[in-house]
């Protein structure tokens, strides 16, 4: 019978450490907003074809990056917005106002995806510090420049296309790629990408 106790108390811990991970997998999501930050991959992905004209393995650490970065970012903006998104109906249940994670634990989150997306544009095949630049670049223009000016101006979306714009230009240059010319070069992507948030906001 003591065994048999034994068991079913291990199982029960097992089943607790399986939910507590998932309910942190989720926090994180929320904090990353995974499923915006996936449609920034696809922006990243876009530039890369049509840079390189193909998909190879090489898109993926940096795709990766991009999207870890922009994950990072945005769990950075909630930890920087936490008191005032306490004060809104509609962010109030988000991680931080929720207090279903600390604001260091948040913190931490973000601060590692940060690490993890700027360590996968340094390691793209070429060009590795002019991407790594503009994943600093996004990262400071995000959160330092569009964070503080969307509290003060609906016009901050402007500014705030810009970090559409970058995507599809941070994730490097393939080994062997042909020159750019306009017509594969990412930037007609980036300045679609750039639009968007415009469009959105105003519709």
């Known amino acids: ?21 998932l309910e942190l997998l989720r926090i994180a999501s929320e904090l990353g907003k995974f499923r915006i930050t996936f449609v ?12 390189a004209g193909r998909i190879d393995a090489e898109a993926v650490v940096p795709v990766l990056g991009v999207f870890l970065l922009a994950s990072g970012a945005s769990a950075l903006n909630q ?4 008191r005032f998104d306490a004060r809104m ?3 109030r249940r988000r991680p ?20 993890l997306g700027l360590f996968g544009l340094a390691s793209t095949a070429q060009n590795e ?19 503080y000016l969307k509290r003060i101006t609906a016009f901050a979306v402007v500014p ?16 062997a790629a042909s020159p750019p010319t306009l017509s594969s070069s990412p930037w007609p992507c980036s300045s679609s990408s750039g639009r968007f948030p415009i469009s959105g906001f105003w519709r």
């Open 160 to 175: 705030g296309a810009v970090i559409g714009a970058i995507s599809p230009s941070s994730a490097g240059r393939p080994r």
């Open 1 to 21: 019978m003591t065994q048999r106790t034994g068991t079913l108390d291990i199982g029960r811990a097992a089943r607790a450490d399986w939910r507590r991970w």
């Open 96 to 115: 931080i106002p929720s207090r279903r994670i600390s604001p260091a634990g948040a913190f931490f989150i973000a601060g590692t995806m940060v690490l």
């Open 40 to 51: 920034v991959c696809i922006s990243a992905l876009t530039g890369y074809v049509m840079y």
């Open 129 to 147: 510090i002019a991407v790594f630049a503009l994943g600093l670049l996004a990262l400071g223009w995000y959160n330092l420049i569009y964070t």
């Open 79 to 82: 930890c920087q917005e936490a």
């Open 89 to 91: 109906k509609r962010t």
